[in-house]
């Protein structure tokens, strides 16, 4: 029979999609050049030209056999390598090739890394604000996700709340640093604090808490800020890596699993991966893009567009009012709405428009999400747009 | 806590993986050319030129953003389309694109396929010889996958076996035709008669049965050979394809679910695939791979060798005394050993440096698979070896 469960889930509907649709629609209307849609967070740059390069270089140099073959379940072993020592060059660790499991993006990365540490019925924290598919992707493994209420001060963690939360039914902690929405990278203080916690906590409970650290924009940090590798502060520590942000190829779905071998089980984790691989049907990402990505492992686009707008618009909102945690990198910044309803806020920007998210599937009510992965000459024309819709509905501000 | 689910499954070994494990040792010792693995279903032959050529002239043409761009969910608009077209020409289907949604192969259309149309305690019904991975791809969803014995005659359905099995639990059917390891496709009376038995035990039921067609053999059929078209003959059918063995790219992971409209509820179901996705980290198969394999897809690689190496491996194993059921398509045989011990077979097999597959895990015992993917003046040695094999240890028959 159909499944029921996911038949109920066609009823749910996305907010973000919703105001994506909206855009497209006005886009048709009065042009998209017109139209400041701040609302999906898809690169905007192009890949690297040594990318497409490393293809067709491929497709010239190598079998057909070898390229479009099978790869071995956890990837292609020189991939493996390549991506093992381009972390510890650039973040002195001490990976090899037995601790990097290839994956198609971090969706696919996260899928393995849930499974790896929990059973159906565990629990898994994040903190708030948080990316709203975590619900889905967690809830459907059979474990459940909780939500830690944010620090709305810096949205580093708010210990008190954590600790509350972090009871024995908790198997893993999934951060995202930095951070989508927020855009802040956690601190040293904040991680080591976390891993105290975490270590403090596996003592009492008697069993081990994983950290899962899903960074697919820990190459995109700003004024040459810090953005420390979560690895570094915890054994138990997964990190689930995509370069679809860091190279612009968010549609050629590659990324890793990286298992800090300090953890000392690190080999048999990834070997775990592969039977994970066969009850969802992963089967490697493609072996071509496994290769293409290899060898520019090391490169980013120009992510320069990514700060130069965020300074725009910090500038320009904060001096129309609104509070905003500066952004340590991403794509992205979390004002705090003009009135407590975020989503009447965002609806009025529409007649302006502006196509902003709303915060309240992020996990906190009365933000919202700016997406500014786009052209900076629209950047400067919204900022018009955003001054009359301040002063004609906020007017007394 | 470490999974103990997928720790468990790390004491498995594949009698596949070994023997080819041990075929590359001895490979090392004697070289290449000097050990005829059969044991391994990998394409031998190149992708059609064309692909390559598609992907290269993608990097040219298209902007960076559009090439490696965010896919939709249920995957590229145009992609859906082309592959729909392609089926109703080629196998007088009605599909549109919304009965079409992209996978990264096989493995991942049967991950959604099961979640679509079961859930956790339901039976699915597969007929053997079968596919060994079937079991983890269904047992890890929550299903359970059971076996119907083989009809060994001629490795059609043994309608008897399978109307014992049919209970009320059983919610799917799983069938691969052509069919990795016997090469056998279904004749029409066989599909006509499993579609009634279906359409009755479903009225008595009170409950639908989907049928889950695996078909990544499709392509290869030989003597201008009658493989038809499974989906035509049963409303309720979930078609699974990969591009893998046709374009001879199993690395590339490109395939797709095909619902066909007749059951009514196609387009739902499709959308119900975007929704298993979040939860097993698919999220398309790469945007550009996706854009090749659609220009290619009514190409196929030069397949001619597989029916070539078929027609020497019969004639010569025929000849040598062994029972064989003449395959219709693929790059398999499924001949009976000569004792009843299939592994014991192989392992004597291994004195002549033939590399050859008991064929107990795929449900039937005292088989072998023979996988002929391998340059055909390999299969013209192999067959001195052969001889020498049976004529020295089984000089009685």
């Known amino acids: ?204 409970f008697g069993h081990e808490i994983w950290l899962i650290s899903d960074e697919p924009y820990r190459e995109i940090v700003f004024d040459g800020g810090d953005a420390p590798y979560v690895s570094h502060f915890y054994p138990r520590t997964i990190s689930c890596y995509s370069f679809s942000k860091s190279l612009s190829l968010p549609g050629e779905r590659i990324g890793y699993v990286a298992v800090n071998p300090a953890c000392g089980v690190s080999s048999m984790l990834v070997t775990m991966c592969g039977q994970i691989s066969r009850g969802i049907g992963h089967n490697c990402p493609s072996s071509l893009i496994q290769y293409a990505a290899a060898e520019v492992c090391d490169m980013t686009s120009d992510l320069s567009v990514y700060e130069t707008n965020m300074n725009l618009l910090y500038d320009a909102l904060t001096a129309l009012g609104f509070e905003i945690v500066r952004p340590g990198g991403t794509f992205y910044m979390f004002p705090k709405a003009l009135e407590e309803d975020a989503v009447a806020f965002c609806k009025k920007a529409l007649k302006y428009d502006l196509v902003l998210v709303p915060s309240d599937s992020f996990g906190v009510p009365g933000y919202i999400r700016i997406a500014y992965c786009t052209d900076t000459e629209k950047v400067v024309r919204s900022l018009d747009a955003f001054r009359r819709f301040v002063e004609a509905e906020y007017p007394n501000r």
Chains 1, 2 share one sequence.
């Open 1 to 204: 029979m159909i499944s029921q469960q996911y038949k109920a889930m066609l009823g749910g509907k996305s907010v973000i999609r919703e105001l994506s649709e909206y855009a497209t629609a006005r886009a048709a209307e009065i042009g998209a050049q017109n139209v400041f849609d701040y609302s999906l967070g898809n690169p905007s740059v192009p890949v690297p030209a040594a990318f497409n390069e490393a293809v067709i270089r491929l497709i010239g140099e190598k079998s057909s056999m070898e390229l479009h073959g099978y790869s071995p379940s956890l990837g292609l072993p020189g991939v493996r390598r390549t991506i093992a020592d381009s972390l510890n060059r650039r973040f002195s660790m001490n990976y090899t090739m037995n601790d990097i499991f290839m994956t198609s993006g971090a969706a696919a990365a996260l899928a393995h890394a849930f499974r790896l540490v929990t059973a159906p019925g565990d629990e898994i924290l994040t903190f708030a604000p948080f990316f709203p598919e975590y619900h889905p992707y967690v809830d459907l493994t059979g474990a459940r996700l909780k939500v830690v209420p944010a620090n709305t001060e810096d949205f580093q963690i708010n210990f008190d709340a954590f600790e509350q939360l972090l009871t024995p039914s908790v198997h893993a902690i999934l951060v995202n640093t930095p951070s989508n929405p927020s855009g802040v990278a956690y601190s040293r203080e904040t991680l080591t604090r976390l891993a105290q916690v975490l270590t403090k906590k596996e003592e009492e």
